[in-house]
Each structure stands twice: as structure tokens, then as C-alpha cells.
């Protein structure tokens, strides 16, 4: 069973529509969700944690309905936003005694041991707080229930790049329970590549791909080269192009191409914007 399986989801606003998104999260795993801005990560986010309304569809969380059995899942998802939820005069631990009331699971030491690692003071106000302690402290405030999943919509985004490594090793310390799993959305590949396991691609409301990332890298490739030489590559073995500065470039398909033509392997922003940008 899944950690979690969206079936079918759709969600309209006047400009925006998400089209039969379906995936599922494998127990166990890292999934990293991408899409540039406006996409439909954080509406899909959204809509699993039934924070938003969905139009239709089916999300089971755990094998439970994320709404008709929204009691059984609560203790278990750890959420967080890509800011805290918290009025900004609220201190780490006011914050603390609220949240303590809303789960059974709650661990108070293990609330204030994190803040110790994390290096925040709990009696410092959220707008006293620099982006990557607020992004600490909603982390400390996921992780002490004890939750099995993890869902973060842009945990990341707008931190340095020494932040944004000490965040990733958290997550994957979070990981080491073998039960374990996160949903984590981002357009910082970079971040994904290192810790995902797999990685669903989301472009205009609608599911590109959702793939393990290791089958990922080894289904495409990039072939670069003059318009004379592209002419020699297999028609079927190309999938998109584009005009580089210094010639074409392709994302082509591994085993529809000799290995005699020179390849490189993707980075997964390489496949992102060729599968969005580039022309069939
Ligand atoms: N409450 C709302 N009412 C109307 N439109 C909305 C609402 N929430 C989101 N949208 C629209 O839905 C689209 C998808 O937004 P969403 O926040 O899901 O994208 P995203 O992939 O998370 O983007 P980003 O990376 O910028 O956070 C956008 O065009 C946005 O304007």
C-alpha cells in the first residue's frame, strides 16, 4: 500500500485547472514533486491535505480517505509550508503549547531538543526570526509528533545553500526509520537530485511524469551536435529539441540510440525544461 495515492484529482480556479493529476508515494521513499512556478505543486498539496476543497477525484492517505478519515491520518503527516503558519508575535514556545494540544502524539522534549540542534531560541518572536530559522522551526514543529510522512511544499526555497544541506540532512536522518516517507515539492532540482527517490514532474496542472529517478536518468540522455549530424539520429529516438548556442541539442531515448553517438546523462532540470520548453 502507498503512502499516498492520488487517483484522478481536479481542482479548478477561474485560470487555473489541475487535469487528472495521478500518482502514488511509495512507502519508504523520497519523492520529490516539480513543476515550475504556478504549475500546481502547492494546489496538489493542498488538496491531499484537504486544506484546499478538491473538485474531484480520490487521495488516500495510508489507505485511509483524506476526508472522510481525516482522524486516522492527522497523527501521522508531519506538514510543512514554505512559511510558517504563525502569527509573526508568536514565540517558539506559545507555539509549542498550541500545537502540543492538537496531537496525541505530541513530544514536548523532543520539540525543544530540536530547537537546541536547530540553534533557535524558543523564547525569540516568529518575525524575530531570520527565513531559515522560521524554516527550522516549522520543521522542529512537523517532526515532534512523530508523524510517518512528511509533506513540504517548498521547504527550501529562498535559503542558502549551507541551509538548505543541513535541511536535506535532516530529512534524510528523518528517513533512516525504514516506515518513513516524504512528499516534498521544489524547483530546486538540485536538492531533489540529491535525496529523492523518485520524482513526479507536474507542467500546466497536468502529470509530465512520475518516475523513479534512477530510471529517470537512465531512460533519457542529451545528444548534442550540428543540424547535419542531428539528421543521422534515429527519428524515434529523439523525444524533444533545441536550438543551443553552439548547435542542436536533444533529449533522446537511451535504447532507441547506438551507443555510438555521444551522449551525457540529464540533470533532472535538463529533463524539466526540455519536457517544457523544448520543441517536439
Ligand atoms: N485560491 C486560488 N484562487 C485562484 N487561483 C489560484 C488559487 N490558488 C492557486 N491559484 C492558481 O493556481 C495556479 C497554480 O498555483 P500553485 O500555487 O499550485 O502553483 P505552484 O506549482 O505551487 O507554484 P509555485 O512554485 O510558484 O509555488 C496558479 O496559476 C495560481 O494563480
Same mark, same amino acid.
Given at each position: 500500500?502507498?503512502?499516498?495515492?492520488?487517483?484522478?484529482?481536479?481542482?479548478?480556479?477561474?485560470?487555473?485547472?489541475? !487535469?487528472?493529476?495521478?500518482?502514488?508515494?511509495? !512507502?519508504?521513499?523520497?519523492?520529490?514533486?516539480?513543476?515550475?512556478?504556478?504549475? %500546481?505543486?502547492?494546489?496538489?498539496?493542498?488538496?491531499?491535505?484537504?486544506?484546499?476543497?478538491?473538485?474531484? *477525484?480520490?487521495?488516500?492517505?495510508?489507505?485511509?480517505?483524506?476526508?472522510?478519515?481525516?482522524?486516522?491520518?492527522?497523527?501521522?503527516?508531519?506538514?510543512?509550508?514554505?512559511?510558517?503558519? @504563525?502569527?509573526?508575535?508568536?514565540? *517558539?514556545?506559545?507555539?509549542?503549547?498550541?500545537?502540543?494540544?492538537?496531537?496525541?502524539?505530541?513530544?514536548?522534549?523532543? @520539540?525543544?531538543?530540536?530547537? !537546541?540542534?536547530?540553534?533557535?531560541?524558543?523564547?525569540?518572536?516568529?518575525?524575530?526570526?531570520?527565513? %531559515?530559522?522560521?524554516?527550522?522551526?516549522?520543521?522542529?514543529?512537523?517532526?515532534?509528533?512523530?508523524?510517518?510522512?512528511?509533506?513540504?511544499?517548498?521547504?527550501?526555497? %529562498?535559503?542558502?545553500?549551507?541551509?538548505?544541506?543541513?535541511?536535506?540532512?535532516?530529512?534524510?536522518?528523518?528517513?533512516?526509520?525504514?516506515?518513513?516517507?516524504?512528499?516534498?515539492?521544489?524547483?530546486?532540482?538540485?536538492?531533489?537530485?540529491?535525496?529523492?527517490?523518485?520524482?513526479?514532474?507536474?507542467?500546466?496542472?497536468?502529470?509530465?511524469?512520475?518516475?523513479?529517478?534512477?530510471?529517470?536518468?537512465?531512460?533519457?540522455?542529451?545528444?548534442?551536435?550540428?543540424?547535419?549530424?542531428? !539528421?543521422?539520429?534515429?527519428?524515434?529516438?529523439?523525444?524533444?529539441?533545441?536550438? *543551443?548556442?553552439?548547435?542542436?541539442?536533444?533529449?533522446?531515448?537511451?535504447?532507441?540510440?547506438?551507443?555510438?553517438?555521444?551522449?551525457?546523462?540529464?540533470?533532472?532540470?535538463?529533463?524539466?525544461?526540455?519536457?517544457?520548453?523544448?520543441?517536439?
Amino acid at each position: 500500500m502507498p503512502a499516498i495515492s492520488i487517483r484522478n484529482l481536479q481542482k479548478s480556479f477561474p485560470a487555473f485547472t489541475l !487535469k487528472n493529476v495521478s500518482f502514488d508515494v511509495q !512507502k519508504g521513499t523520497i519523492m520529490g514533486f516539480i513543476g515550475e512556478n504556478g504549475a %500546481g505543486k502547492s494546489t496538489t498539496i493542498k488538496c491531499i491535505l484537504n486544506v484546499l476543497k478538491k473538485d474531484s *477525484g480520490l487521495i488516500k492517505i495510508f489507505g485511509y480517505d483524506h476526508t472522510k478519515e481525516e482522524m486516522q491520518i492527522k497523527e501521522e503527516i508531519g506538514v510543512v509550508y514554505d512559511d510558517l503558519p @504563525f502569527p509573526e508575535t508568536l514565540t *517558539g514556545s506559545e507555539i509549542e503549547k498550541f500545537m502540543s494540544r492538537l496531537y496525541k502524539n505530541w513530544d514536548e522534549p523532543l @520539540f525543544y531538543q530540536l530547537l !537546541k540542534q536547530f540553534k533557535i531560541n524558543p523564547a525569540k518572536k516568529v518575525k524575530e526570526l531570520s527565513r %531559515g530559522m522560521k524554516m527550522k522551526l516549522s520543521i522542529a514543529i512537523a517532526l515532534a509528533h512523530h508523524p510517518k510522512l512528511l509533506i513540504l511544499d517548498e521547504p527550501t526555497s %529562498g535559503l542558502d545553500p549551507i541551509v538548505r544541506d543541513e535541511i536535506l540532512d535532516l530529512f534524510l536522518h528523518f528517513m533512516e526509520e525504514e516506515e518513513h516517507t516524504i512528499l516534498f515539492s521544489s524547483h530546486i532540482t538540485s536538492d531533489l537530485e540529491k535525496i529523492a527517490d523518485s520524482i513526479t514532474f507536474i507542467h500546466e496542472g497536468e502529470i509530465v511524469f512520475s518516475e523513479s529517478k534512477d530510471v529517470l536518468l537512465y531512460e533519457y540522455a542529451i545528444w548534442k551536435g550540428s543540424q547535419q549530424e542531428l !539528421k543521422d539520429l534515429p527519428e524515434d529516438a529523439i523525444v524533444r529539441m533545441r536550438q *543551443g548556442i553552439y548547435g542542436v541539442e536533444a533529449l533522446v531515448r537511451k535504447n532507441r540510440i547506438h551507443s555510438i553517438f555521444p551522449t551525457t546523462r540529464p540533470t533532472i532540470e535538463e529533463l524539466m525544461v526540455f519536457l517544457t520548453k523544448g520543441d517536439i
